[in-house]
């Protein structure tokens, strides 16, 4: 099993320029999760999904859009992108229910670093 | 916010010693959970521990909770060079679908 991958690993945008990122997880898990990690603030969530053709806002949502078309892909969307983006960003998955305790675990993506000039 | 925070930000140690990490929070909890990323590279779980739960092993790994003081500390016995990695605590409610609050991170240096 490959996981969670992400595409791409690394991106430079121009300020206006707007881009698509692409979490793929193979573990057949119902929630997936967006996160930015900049240095000095730990990792902030943008938006998360509960499974398929549903998406939620997290703490960080302005800026971007997501969509959950299929249960195994969570697209991260910027119409804009301004420097202010320029970020790591992180997709996770987990399996559904579980009430706190093994099953809460988050699996990670490698990351994609984004710059944006 | 519920988000942990991480105490030191930075340890720096020699191979074979302890290495002790505490992390606050504000809220109540369900669960709060410890990961690892080694620089470049994605967060990995480590190890969770139930809001019910005082103590938890997993290897060289010690997990303690105190709800009553809203803190937990993650103990790593007999250091090793691999051990260099950003250790994060995130905490988890059981009405918030599985989200997550992480903090900051400490920055863990062991030296060979």
């Known amino acids: 099993n490959a996981g969670v991958t992400q595409t791409p690993k690394f991106r430079v945008l121009k300020t206006g320029q707007s881009m698509t990122l692409l979490c793929a997880q193979d573990?057949?898990?119902?929630?997936m999760y967006w996160y930015r990690q900049d240095p000095g603030m730990g990792l902030r969530l943008i938006h998360y999904s509960v499974g398929e053709g549903t998406t939620a806002k997290g703490e960080v949502p302005d800026g971007y859009n997501v969509s959950r078309l299929k249960k195994q892909n969570f697209l991260l969307g910027l119409e804009s992108a301004a420097p202010s983006q320029t970020s790591v960003y992180f997709c996770?998955?987990?399996?559904?229910?579980?009430?706190?305790?093994?099953?809460?675990?988050?699996?990670f993506g490698p990351g994609t670093r984004l710059t944006v000039l | 916010s519920q988000q942990g925070e991480e105490d030191p930000q930075a340890l720096s140690i020699q191979e074979g010693e302890n290495a002790t990490m505490n992390c606050s929070y504000k809220t109540s909890i369900n669960n709060l959970q410890w990961y690892r990323q080694n620089s470049g590279r994605g967060l990995v779980h480590l190890i969770l521990?139930?809001?019910?739960?005082r103590e938890k092993h997993s290897g060289r790994l010690r997990v303690t909770l105190d709800t009553s003081k809203k803190s937990s500390s993650l103990l790593i016995t007999a250091s090793r060079a691999a051990d260099t990695a950003s250790y994060f605590c995130a905490t988890g409610r059981g009405s918030t679908l599985g989200r997550l609050y992480f903090g900051r991170g400490t920055q863990l240096t062991v030296w060979p």
């Open positions: 996770a998955s987990r399996p559904s229910g579980t009430s706190g305790g093994a099953g809460n675990e988050q699996f």
């Open positions: 521990i139930r809001s019910n739960e």
């Open positions: 573990m057949n898990h119902e929630y």
